[in-house]
């Protein structure tokens, strides 16, 4: 089977290719160059690209390097300032797997007459009964299949993901075993057009001008201090948050950019029991839900699964069993079967209550 390998010269997908040219396939890698500016970390670098490119000559098999740029800026970079301009707080790795990687990688496949496209990720592909569903991968601390929830089962059903069934620990193991300069590398972290010594602050404010604001206690309404960049703050944040009168931690519950205020309040005043969901972006990969449907929700790419369920009004939302921290708005959930690891849904959140 011909494969086209997604290679971000990390140790994930260096082995992912290695493991499909030891079972025998005819394996080309491909790196994808997505972002045309200044980068010191994440999976774009000029160092990511040079990895790969050696790990490929060290595996014998040919590396293209494919020009996403304008793409990428389109799709990922603009929605994420945009995003952030109106108070939310988006996530732009789900964004690239949806329009680049998972999209025109895959259109770009099929044009060059590959069989099947293979990643690095940390989930796996289960094919049964004639139908193709993604499941969470085998080591818990490495699973991405919060990051693929919103892929297609026609995707699916052309993609590998050969490393799903592997702990990170044996991921490396292989990579040392095959003698790969990866092996040690260690995982990409950053979101990879925002320079980790300048942050996510600078990157904005070179976009576009951002909003002062008032931090105000949700409870009492009294004013707590100033925030200098609103559209820094995100829903659930601790982080750069003076404590209350009372000296306890305070937390962000919401902010309003029109106002010009941040409204924090005490963990126990700011749970949330209820998530609205924007209908335009569900995602059913798994068998299509209905009001009332029973579901595991994850809220983010490392945070834990909890009971739910899932409400048709005027719109989708999520009912949640038990209270839970604050999700901003711009986030996405991904729903699983209750009784075992498939993922059924993805979808963007609108709004919490």
């Not at 890698?29 to 994440?42: C, I, M, P, V, Y």
């Not at 209905?290 to 989708?316: F, K, M």
Request: hydrophobic share 40%; with cysteine.
């Amino acid at each position: 089977m011909k494969v086209l390998v997604a290679m971000s010269g990390g140790v994930d997908s260096s082995v992912a290719a290695a493991l499909l040219l030891e079972a025998g396939h005819e394996v080309t890698g491909a790196t994808l160059k997505l972002w045309g500016g200044a980068s010191d970390s994440g999976c774009c670098s000029v160092a990511d690209v040079d990895d790969a490119r050696r790990v490929a000559q060290t595996l014998g098999i040919d590396h293209h390097v494919f020009n996403y740029t304008e793409e990428f800026e389109r799709h990922v970079v603009t929605p994420f300032v945009e995003g952030h301009l109106a108070g939310q707080s988006p996530n732009p790795c789900i964004e690239c797997n949806r329009h680049i990687k998972f999209d025109l990688l895959f259109e770009r496949a099929t044009r060059l007459g590959f069989d099947a496209v293979a990643t690095g990720h940390h989930a796996q592909v289960s094919a049964r009964e004639g139908r193709h569903f993604l499941v969470r991968g085998a080591d818990d601390q490495k699973d991405q299949s919060y990051v693929l929830g919103y892929l297609r089962e026609e995707q699916l059903a052309m993609l590998l993901l050969p490393i799903g069934h592997l702990k990170k620990s044996d991921v490396r193991d292989e990579a040392e075993r095959l003698g790969l300069r990866t092996w040690d590398k260690p995982d990409s972290q950053d979101v990879c057009f925002i320079e980790a010594s300048k942050g996510r602050e600078v990157f904005l404010r070179s976009r576009a001008e951002l909003t002062s604001a008032t931090i105000v206690d949700v409870r009492t309404g009294e004013a707590l201090g100033e925030s200098a960049a609103a559209e820094l703050m995100t829903v659930g944040q601790r982080r750069g948050v003076l404590p209350g009168r009372d000296g306890e931690k305070r937390y962000v519950s919401r902010v309003d950019l029109v106002a010009k205020r941040v409204e924090v309040g005490r963990l126990d005043e700011i749970l949330i029991t209820a998530l609205a969901l924007d209908d335009d972006s569900l995602s059913f990969t798994g068998d299509a839900l209905v009001d009332g449907s029973a579901v595991l929700a994850q809220c983010s790419a490392h945070g834990r699964v909890q009971p739910a369920t899932l409400r048709r009004g005027e719109n989708w939302w999520l009912e949640l069993h038990a209270p839970t921290r604050p999700v901003a708005a711009g986030q996405s959930v991904v729903m699983y079967r209750v009784d075992d690891p498939t993922v059924v849904e993805g979808a963007a959140i609108v709004s919490v209550s």
